[in-house]
């Protein structure tokens, strides 16, 4: 029998529909905490430091209200996951503040997930670790939306396919109930069938959603809103994807957001 993955990302309300969820000013982070360390390369990741830590990014600011669901691009991916660790508050800016609204509550979808799962326990324990209910009929419903069921739903979270965590990543935000979803590149290492189940749960979805991804049908039918970032700025659009693209205008602007940008 055809399955695929059930993403159904329920959320609790907002007090007040008017309410930022977030207001955002930063300027330039420029710590090495958010950098990949490859060992067999260092000297490589030190001059990519280097630049970074001058051009990353600087005074950012935006407003995101309930039920906005955001797309952010850029020609360089770091700048993305950067901020989205500073909204999920794995960074600090090193200048500005990040204000989220009374009632939000966020869960993210880092794009290297590794280390949440290096770990010997079985997946029913493992995603207890982030339910307030504890039994494990609950703890197996979500995992069966995500096709862990029965045996394959005791396996060790250390031996899964990166396939098998970005599933057990959505359960564990579906199990958090946010009204604020994070997802950075939520569509890596996932079949066709379960592309599509995640973009119809994010469409359907009345929360807020920030993401960045690199299929550009997913981008077009989830966001309502376009931010493209650079070293030099950044644009903000409510055109859906592709006008934003091929729109004459907004093209001019993305030329001026990379002009003069030094390739390293």
Known sequence: MFSTVKPN???????????????????????????????????????????LSELLLKNFSMDVYKGDKIAFLSKDP????????????????????????????KSYFPKDNNAYFDTKLSLIDWLRQYSEEQHISFIRG?????????????????????????????????????????????????????ITALNNSLIDFNGTVLFTSQDHQFIQTVADRIIEISPNGWIESHYKYEEYMMNPEMKKKRDLLYKDMVKK
Request: proline share 6%; aromatic share 8%.
């Open 142 to 194: 979500y995992l069966g939306r995500m096709l862990f069921s029965g045996e394959e739903s005791e396996k060790s979270a250390n031996v899964l396919s990166g396939g098998e965590k970005v599933r057990c990543m959505l359960a564990k935000m579906m199990i958090a109930e946010a009204n604020v979803l994070i997802f950075d590149e939520p569509t890596n290492h996932l079949d066709l069938e379960a």
């Open 9 to 51: 990302f329920s959320n609790r309300t907002f007090a007040g529909a008017e309410a930022p969820n977030v207001s955002i000013v930063m300027v330039l982070p420029s710590r090495p905490a958010y950098l990949p360390q490859p060992k067999e390369d260092k000297a490589s990741t030190t001059r990519r430091f280097l630049t």
């Open 78 to 105: 770091l700048i993305i996951t950067t901020l989205f660790q500073i909204l999920a508050g794995e960074l600090e800016p090193d200048s500005g503040k990040v204000e989220w609204g009374v009632t939000a509550t």
